[in-house]
């Protein structure tokens, strides 16, 4: 059974430091693209990047390029999100994906972690 | 503002049909067939409904269909029933985003 979990919520200050995770299991976990999800609070969904776990190929959404940084430690099957200056405006939840993306468009998501939230306030 | 427009909210009695519509633009929903739909209910992550337009996936009701006309795309929710109130998200892939965007959300309550 392909699982995708999360690490726990988290309460930071702006100007901090995150990273947060998300552990996969039940698949090769080279053999896939992983992706980070963005929903503010009451708000939609967003994409921010994606990391192909073999060989770590990432790309990222226009809005969150510079912002953030995806990484992976295929050692154990785990991928990361990070920042390294936190804003109050990355308060959300953080979902981590496996896309099925085939010829660089994602075609949809069927796996879905159950969500970190993130807190950021003074 | 999200890129496609969805209807905030969208609603329906039990056993009745309604449909949810996802409007873009030719760089995005009108010029590809990469359309997906997701259900996410309170406090939970969403789930896939349909992909490629009107592609459901193994378990999902048939209830369920998707659809393209030009610009806008469809979810049809077919004989209604309690456990589909939900938010429903529509994406597609995009000229302006290759990572695909998404719709701001529709809230459908079963009355």
């Known amino acids: 059974e392909v699982q995708l979990v999360q690490s726990g919520a988290e309460v930071r200050k702006p100007g901090e430091s995150l990273k947060i995770s998300c552990k996969g299991s039940g698949y090769i976990f080279t053999n896939y693209w992983i992706g980070w999800v963005r929903q503010m609070p009451g708000k939609g969904l967003e994409w921010m990047g994606i990391i192909f776990a073999g060989d770590s190929d990432t790309r990222y959404s226009p809005s969150s390029q510079g912002q953030v940084t995806i990484s992976a430690d295929k050692s154990i099957t785990t991928a990361y999100l990070q920042w390294s200056s936190l804003k109050a405006s990355d308060t959300a939840i953080y979902y981590c994906t496996r896309p099925s993306i085939v010829g660089g468009i994602i075609l949809r998501v069927d796996y879905w972690g159950q969500g970190t939230p993130v807190t950021v306030s003074s | 503002q999200s890129a496609l427009s969805q209807p905030p909210s969208a609603s329906g009695s039990p056993g009745q049909s309604v449909t949810i519509s996802c409007t873009g633009t030719s760089s995005d929903v009108g010029g590809y067939n990469y359309v997906s739909w997701y259900q996410q209910h309170p406090g939970k992550a969403p789930k896939l409904m349909i992909y490629?337009?009107?592609e459901r996936p193994s378990g999902v009701p048939d209830r369920f269909s998707g659809s393209k006309s030009g610009n806008t795309a469809s979810l049809t929710v077919s004989g209604l029933q309690a456990e589909d109130e939900a938010d429903y998200y529509c994406t597609s892939y995009a000229d302006s985003n290759n990572l695909g965007v998404f719709g701001g959300g529709t809230k459908l309550t079963v009355l």
């Open positions: 490629e337009v009107s």
